[in-house]
């Protein structure tokens, strides 16, 4: 049987920390670091990143909006940066946020999962809109390749709130449903599932019981959007050591260009995230 | 000031019908075709659907995912399909179901609605699970550039039901929250509005009054998901006039690989769509 991602995952955590660098190359990142908004300054940026963040942490984040902004050029970029992380031993999260209907599911699956792609990554973001039933061929084919899948339940931003705090038939809030759903699936993995929930750090607690979810964390809401290590800490204080992924962009990024600045600001918020969750 | 989405796209239903072709090269259907699963393979499918449909509709509906999942070689063949469609006058709605918090959401709105992206479409799907607000990038690109955002209000798989189902605090369901956000803003365009709900055919009428909504509908599981043209024709009867898209994708996209079977199907389904809605 394939390693669960959420297995690999914590021994990558367990040796390097609980921090995840995001890279967000955004055209007001991009430009604050006086490059153009070009694919160049596309991959200047990215790779820039990458190389600052290398030997200091387990896991990056490439946010794909932000290259797909650039259309084909834009991908390759991306394909780049995914084979040199690669080929450093660095776990990849693909924040793409997909989510279709199941038969177009299965399209973003060989996309994002699937041995063959270029774009293959250790693990991609999906959305429930519609249905989490409906995101099954991705939980499958995770599942069969030793990669993981985090589902949006509770995001950081404030308008996410009238829908994921709505109510179903079954008077759950839709959060709760959805990390519901999740622990189910993971019962089936030994040790931490493949099967992760994405909750905002600048969130008070849901109502569902954290520590029982069975599968890793990703938290994005910290630093620049107003969440600090201590509020994670809090938030998921009971959950199982090395399950908890936490995200930061912004906050490091604007440390750049200076490759130095760039790891110095990830150093930091790696022993700062780190000290809070130990 | 720039003519709305919604304007532009009712004169072209009203001289071509309403009928949208969907561009879905699944593994699937290129097998079915006599192909082989690949770039070369995806090329020839979605040139084929192109040139059988061209003279005979108004609007094609490419699904990404299934580009997507070729990298970055497929996204380029992506770019050429846009590129001849535009070519030939063919509006254009990118099926990418793209959302997440306002930031981001700044860089899908520059890949699919900008004016200088190759990606660009005449509008694009988004997904609201972040928020409507976040949204905001896309709506204003939308509008700013005479293009169209279509809304994720309630698809017409049943798995959606729980989440699409559930009550905010307002005791709206989240279908009916978003339909009502899409109609107050459009409420600030002259005439039909740029902004449109994905709203499914096989879906019993919502709690929302449709023919509020002030912008179009696309409207996907007719044919192969069970939805007829009579079903449409029933839930929007009290909708203005060519304000309803109609997406037709595996029921046609079987014809093929011959063109001119290609094209039989296309007009026989454009011309019964046409028929029930009239």
Redesign the interface.
């Known amino acids: 049987m394939v390693e669960s991602f959420g297995s690999r995952l914590q021994e990558q955590l367990r040796e390097r920390g609980p921090l995840c660098v995001g890279i967000?190359p955004?055209?007001e990142l991009i430009e604050a670091w006086g490059r153009q908004d070009s694919v160049e300054g596309l991959e200047f940026f990215a790779l820039a990143v990458l190389e600052a963040v290398i030997d200091t942490v387990a896991v990056i984040k490439p946010?794909v909006?932000?290259f797909?902004?650039?259309?084909?050029?834009g991908?390759?970029v991306?394909?780049r940066v995914m084979s040199d992380a690669r080929d450093a031993h660095l776990m990849i999260v693909a924040d793409v946020?997909?989510?279709?209907?199941?038969?177009?599911?299965?399209?973003?699956a060989?996309?994002w999962l699937?041995e063959e792609?270029?774009?293959r990554a250790d693990a991609m973001t999906v959305?429930?809109?519609?249905?989490?039933?409906?995101l099954e061929p991705m939980l499958h084919l995770a599942r069969a390749t030793g990669r993981g899948v985090f589902v949006?339940a509770a995001?950081?931003?404030?308008?996410?709130?009238?829908?994921?705090?709505?109510?179903?038939?079954d008077d759950q809030t839709?959060e709760s449903?959805v990390l519901d759903q999740i622990r189910r699936r993971n019962q089936l993995d030994e040790g931490l599932g493949s099967l992760g929930a994405v909750l905002g750090a600048t969130r008070e607690r849901p109502e569902f019981a954290l520590e029982t979810l069975g599968g890793p964390y990703l938290v994005p809401g910290v630093g620049s959007q107003g969440g600090t290590p201590e509020d994670v800490a809090k938030v998921f204080d009971r959950c199982p050591s090395n399950s908890v992924l936490v995200s930061v962009s912004r906050a490091i990024l604007q440390a750049g260009p200076e490759r130095s600045s760039l790891r110095d600001a990830t150093r930091r918020w790696r022993d700062d995230v780190a000290r809070a969750l130990s």
Chains 1, 2 share one sequence.
């Open positions: 967000d955004s055209r946010q909006a932000f797909e902004r650039f259309g084909s050029p991908y390759r991306l394909e946020k997909r989510g279709d209907v199941g038969s177009t599911n299965d399209g973003y060989q996309a699937s792609s270029a774009l959305s429930p809109y519609l249905g989490f039933d409906s949006l995001t950081s931003n404030l308008e996410g709130r009238v829908i994921q705090g709505a109510r179903t038939r839709v449903f």
